[in-house]
Each structure stands twice: as C-alpha cells, then as structure tokens.
C-alpha cells in the first residue's frame, strides 16, 4: 500500500517536472499554489464524503463564501461608504432582520398560547411573509443608497490570513445552517439540497453589489506573502522576484495544509474517527450503540465546510481578483468531486494526489487539445477535407469531456480511487 | 380588464409553458428514480441533446425542401424522439448498466451521471461551439395578438405559435403517458416495479425490459421538452444544464418516483417562479386612486426580484423538505 502511494506520488513529481519543462516555471508555480488549495478543498470533501458519507454538491457555495470573506476583510477601506449614510441604514436593515426573525420565532412558538394545527402553520407561514416585507422595506434603499453613493461597502484592511480564517468561519456558519436542514435526507436528496443551496449563494454574492460588488468584480485584493513587485523593488529581476513570491504563497498554504493534514489525521485515527467510520458503514447500528447520527453528521459536515471556505478564500487571494460570474458548478463543484473520487475517497493523501492530478489534467487538456487539433486540421486540411474552424474555442471545451471519462472510467475500473481507504482491523 | 389581460400575459402563458417544459423533464426523472432508484443528473443532457438532433433534423429537413404549416421543430419532433430514446437506451447500454451490474449503490450511478453529463456537455460544445442557435433563421416565428378591446382591454392577448403547439403537445403526452401507465400491461408492470422491484420480479415481470421501456419514456420525453425550450428560447450548449435544479425540484416537490406528482410540480414550480418575479404593481394600479397618498403603491412591486427567479425553485425545494419530505404526491422519501 505504502509502496503504491509512493510510486503514484513519484510519478506525480515526474508529471509535475514534465509539465515545467513544456509549459514553463511561471506558468507551473502558479498552477502548483491552485493545486495546494485545491487539495485542501479536496480534504474538505474527503472529511465529508469519505469519513461521513455525506453528500455534499454545494461545494462551489462554500468556496465563493470564502472569496467574499477574504475580499471583505483584506479589501482597503472605503471612506465613502463609512463617511456616508450607509452604514446607519445598513444598522436600519439589520434591526429589521431581527425585528423579522424575532416575528417568525415567535409565531413557532405559537402553540404554547394555543394556536395549533393548520392556524399556526397559517401563521408561521404570514410570520415569515411579514418579516420578509419589512426587510426588504429596509434593505432595498439601504442598497441602492449605497450603490449610488459609495460604489459598495469596500473592506476592513486587515490582513488575508484573517480574512483566509474568516472565510472558514463563514463556511461554517453557513454549513450548520444547511445541514440542519438537509441533514437526515436521504443521498439523493441531500445532493440536490446543497447544490440548491450554492444556488441561492452564488445568486446572492451575484446580485448584491452593494455588499460584493457582484459582477464588477473586485481587485486587486492583497496578498498575505509579499507580492513580485516588493521583490523587484528590492533589486531583484522580474523572474526570480515572480518565483520568490509565489514560493512565500505557496509555503504559507503547504503550511496551512500540513496543519489541516496532521489535524484530521489525528482526529481521524483517534475514537472520534472510528464512530465517524462506524456511522458512515451502518448508521442505524450505531444508533443503537447510543451515538447522535444527526449531530456528528453536523459536526463533520461543518468540518469539511470551514475547510473548503478556506480553501476558496486562498484561491481568490492568490488570482487577487473576487469574480463571482467566474465560479460554476462545473469548474468548482464537480471537478473537487472528480478529484476525490479518483484519488480514492476516505483516505486524505488520496483525496490530495487526486486533487493535485485531477487539477494539472485539467489544465493541461486545454493545451493538448490544442495541440491535437492543430495536428488533425493540419492532417484534413492536406488531403483536402478543410481545417477545423476556430480551434482555440474548441479545445477549451475538451476539458469537461476529458473530465467526464475520467470519472467515468475511474468509476468503471477503479471505483475506490487509486490510493484507496485503508480499513484497519482491530483486535 | 387591461390588467387582467396584462396578468394573462405575463403569468398564465409564461407560467404555462415553463410549467409543461419543467413536467416534462420531471416525468423523466421521477420514472428513473421509481424504477433504478437513483437521480439521474445527466438528464440535463439529454434534453439539451435531444434539442440538438431536433435541431440538425430541422436543418436537414430545410435543406431538403420539406415545408409545412407549423414551424419545423414540431415536425420532425416525432423523429427526434425516437432518436432521442435510442441515446437515452445507449448511455444506459454504456455507462449506468455496467455499474448496475456490480451492483454499484445508486450514489456510485448518481456520480456516474454526472460523469455522463460532463461529458455529453463537453461533446456537445466541441461540435457546436458555445454560441446559441435559433430554430427561427429561416423561417418566421408567428406571433397572434388577439384583440381584447372588446372586452375593455387596451392590450391584445401575445401568444407565439410554438407556445400553442408546446401546451397541446404537452397535454397529449401527459394523457398518452396517462393511459400508458394504467391501461397496458407494461405501463402497470412499470408502476408494479416502482412500488416493489423484488415483488415484481417475482411476480413475473420482465424488470430488463421495464428498465429499457423506462429510458425510452425519459429520453423521448426528455428529448420533446429540450425541443421545446429550444423553440421557446434560444438552443445553446448550456440550454437545460441551467434548469435541471428546478426540475429536479419538481420531482422532488411532486414526490419522487410519483408520474403524475411530476407533472403537477412541474406546473407549480413554473407558476410559482413566474408569479415571484411578477410585477403586481401593474395590477393592483387602479387601487392607487383608492389609497391614501402615503400607502401609494411603487413602481415596483415583484415579490422577488428578477435576478433571483431561479431561487426560488430552491426555496419551494426547501420548504418543502423541511415540511413535508415525501412531497405533494407521497413519493420515496427513504
């Protein structure tokens, strides 16, 4: 088994030289930083599929709560919006939001002066009506008084790695919420709840440019490290001040990721990761062993959420541009589940060698295309068939299909990845 | 009575063709999930697949000089079904049989399906590039304003032809679904393996055939409503990738593996996101002679705003799950 994962994780490194060799150290550095936030995400994932057996397809939602949690934190201040009426309105709305909610728990509450049956639901459903209206009577002028005056509300000018911490915290928040209520559905459920739910989030971070500034996009965010041009100041030339400050990113997430790693190692070889085991395998017998099913299913899917949150923070640190219209299920969703599928779910170096392979496929499908294509068009075009016409677009899209027979043909062939869990027996 | 006809308009013929377009996707979903028991993502591309070969048969059919009455998408629809279930049999043949062979758990075929659809998209804009064809180019698309001033209306009534033949088409393939399902042995054969597959095995149905007459219903039904959204709107690679969640809300909110909760959350979830994004201040307009200066009503009056009409599919999905999980039509539920 050992032997296994050192070889795949040799050929791994031979992959990764091979690839900087062709397409060169800039382009390779900064694919190797995406590939170690990847692999956090992918160990976000891992915790929730593989230890918990929870389906989660909400994971771009958690990723772009981490972009906007960075942007807000690391973002300079905006002495416009804090010179304006803004804040005070926005004060305004989230008095009305509690008002709301105070409204709606109230009307849960119901049964206890008598109100039962249909006429509480009646009046929890008017409760929740009611608190809506006046919130969006608040918010509403509260946005565009801001998007009118101020542009949105800027940051805090904090440093990232709070920002990196905060977008952790975020994910949680949002994740106890969304397990609680899709926690205890069945898989299939489950699975169509979170991507409902990432949904609803890409749609909010989206549309609410007073907040995020939505598709106008926010840059340049800072970074945690010191940027190229700090190192060019200091008299260095551009390409190994371009090296020196992707290598400081890349050693502060290698960092993050080694504590994350040796964490979850822990916990996981410990009795908590036996019970998680134990509930994955057979919830109803673990039940029965006395364990709550639902709330140590909470407990990890917020795990791995906070993990993912972090994950995306970095990711959108390190291209220092916040663009929600770039994130799609597709890019974000599917391609992390991809990751942990093939790198073998339940066990984390898999779910990493998976992350950092499925990610470098993924980029390098793009310029292989390319390259395959040039050389059947030049083939039709000499024996007189025509050229394929605008292969630059073309190529770009061979990479989902390239994907989909990935996953495919590793769930036909390798179904429990290629470095898959190991089951230790005890006694 | 402008207003009402304004209502008509904007929610009842919106509300009506989204509704059919979302049963129709959702009768696919909800007979798999009822026979093979899992959910089947890559539906999406069946729909978006199906519209392409409607739409390549149209072209060829252009081509060739073949003219008709009503527009060409509904011509060769009857042809493009059939091709349509024989890739919805074949991506069965290929991918899901074998793993169900192994006897892979239905969350091995859920993430096998998105493989499928992964790869179907990718396929599909390989082919065709990621711009957006029209079924229209050649030929007009009829619009009838029917004139309501006789009814003290200052608006006429906007209907396309496609969204006429879409509804009629929808309602004769609901009935024929409909008597399909209880009438032939095979559709009660079908619903028999929906409630107990081993009961049915035993009781000596063919489940092989069951499980291909199954992907031949979804993928000519899949097939017909990706036409359809084609001709309603635009056909591009992306076409029901972008839908798929509100149709699976359907299924869901009618009640997974239920035929007819299918068709009836397909016309909720419709009528519900086109009343939300609804501007009721168009309406209720006459009410602001009424009304005292201070309560006089906004410009703007929609429950929620445009951008978030996909939301609240999600929502209904939710709420849903939180309160009544087996949906309107006491589907599975575990």
């Known amino acids: 088994m050992i032997r296994r994962s050192l070889t795949l994780f040799a050929g791994l490194f031979v992959l990764i030289l091979v690839i900087g060799w ?6 390779t550095s900064s694919r190797l930083v995406e590939a170690a936030a990847y692999s956090l995400i992918a160990m976000g994932l891992n915790i929730q599929w593989g230890y918990g057996g ?28 804090w010179g304006s009426d803004g804040p005070w309105m926005l004060g305004r709305a989230l008095i009305a939001f509690g008002a709301g909610a105070l409204l709606v728990i109230a009307a849960q509450q119901s049964h206890r002066v008598g109100v039962r049956g249909g006429w509480k639901m009646a009046l929890t459903a008017l409760a929740w009506f009611i608190g809506y209206c006046v919130y969006r009577s608040q918010i509403d002028p509260a946005a565009a008084y801001i998007e009118a005056n101020a542009g949105w509300v800027g940051g805090l000018g904090g440093h990232p790695v709070l920002g990196w911490i905060f977008g952790g915290v975020l994910a949680a928040g949002a994740a106890y919420i969304v397990g609680k209520i899709t926690l205890g559905l069945r898989t299939d459920y489950l699975a169509i709840a979170t991507i409902g739910i990432s949904e609803i989030i890409r749609a909010l971070v989206k549309n609410m440019d007073w907040l995020t500034r939505g598709t106008l996009t926010v840059s340049p965010i800072p970074w945690p490290t010191p940027l ?37 190692s822990r916990a996981y070889a410990g009795p908590w990761g036996r019970m998680m085991r134990a509930i994955r395998d057979n919830h109803i017998s673990s039940a029965s062993m006395g364990k709550n099913v639902t709330a140590r299913q909470l407990e990890i899917f917020v795990f791995g959420s906070v993990l993912m949150g972090i994950g995306g923070a970095i990711l959108v640190s390190f291209v220092q541009i916040n663009d929600p219209s770039s994130y799609q299920p597709i890019n974000h969703t599917f391609l992390i589940w991809v990751m942990v599928i093939v790198g073998g779910a339940g066990n984390n170096w898999g779910a990493v060698f998976g992350a950092v392979l499925i990610w470098l496929v993924w980029i390098i499908s793009d310029p292989l295309a390319q390259l395959l294509f040039g050389t059947i068009s030049h083939w039709s075009g000499q024996i007189g068939w025509g050229e394929i016409p605008d292969i630059q677009s073309r190529a770009s899209q061979m990479r989902i299909f390239v994907l989909g027979a990935v996953i495919t043909i590793a769930l036909r062939f390798a179904p429990r990845g290629l470095i898959p869990e190991v089951v230790r027996r005890e006694g | 009575m402008t207003e009402l006809i304004f209502f008509i308009n904007q929610v009842v013929i919106a509300g009506a063709v989204l509704g059919s377009i979302y049963a129709l996707g959702a009768i696919g979903i909800t007979l798999i999930f009822g026979i093979l028991r899992f959910a089947h993502f890559a539906h999406s591309e ?54 169900r062979k192994r006897g892979a758990k239905p969350v091995t075929l859920l993430i096998a399906s998105i493989g499928v659809t992964l790869m179907i998209q990718g396929l599909i804009r390989l082919f065709f590039g990621s711009g957006s064809y029209s079924f229209f180019e050649n030929e007009p698309k009829d619009v009838f304003r029917v004139d309501m001033s006789a009814l003290g209306s200052t608006r006429p009534l906007v209907i396309t032809e496609p969204q006429i033949l879409m509804i009629a088409v929808t309602a004769i393939a609901v009935i024929a679904l409909h008597l399909f399902l209880t009438r032939s042995r095979l559709g009660k054969a079908m619903r028999a393996m929906a409630d107990n597959a081993d009961l049915a095995q035993v ?22 409503a990706g036409t359809m959204l084609a001709l309603d709107v635009t056909l591009k690679p992306d076409l029901a990738f972008n839908i798929i969640l509100p149709i699976f809300a359907a299924a869901i909110v009618g009640g997974l593996g239920q035929a007819y909760g299918a068709i009836a959350g397909g016309l909720l979830i419709g009528f519900a996101e086109t009343l939300a994004v609804f501007n009721w201040s168009m309406v209720l307009k006459p009410l602001n002679a009424v009304l005292p200066e201070w309560m006089q009503l906004p410009q703007t009056l929609a429950l929620v705003p445009t951008e978030y009409k996909l939301t609240v599919a999600f929502v209904i999905l939710v709420v849903t799950l939180l309160v009544r999980p087996t949906g309107i039509f006491k589907g599975a539920s575990s």
Do not use: E, H
């Open chain 1, 22 to 27: 062709f397409m060169g150290v800039p382009f």
């Open chain 1, 54 to 81: 929870l389906f989660n397809f909400g994971i771009m939602g958690f990723m772009m709560l981490g972009g906007v949690a960075v942007t807000f934190i690391s973002y300079p201040v905006n002495p416009q919006f």
């Open chain 1, 228 to 264: 190229p041009g700090d190192y060019q100041a200091g008299g260095m030339d551009a390409q190994t001040a371009l090296l020196a400050a992707r290598g400081g990113f890349l050693l502060l997430v290698l960092v993050i990721f080694a504590v994350a790693m040796f964490l979850i």
């Open chain 2, 46 to 99: 069946l729909m978006t697949g199906g519209a392409f070969i409607a739409f390549l048969l149209a072209t060829l059919f252009a081509a060739w000089g073949v003219t008709a009455p009503i527009p060409m998408g509904f011509v060769v629809l009857p042809l493009a079904m059939v091709l349509g279930a024989v890739f919805a049999l074949g991506i069965d043949k290929g991918f899901y049989a074998p793993l």
């Open chain 2, 203 to 224: 009781s000596g149905i063919n489940t092989a055939l069951v499980v291909r007459v199954t992907w031949v219903i979804a993928g000519a039904l899949a097939c017909m």
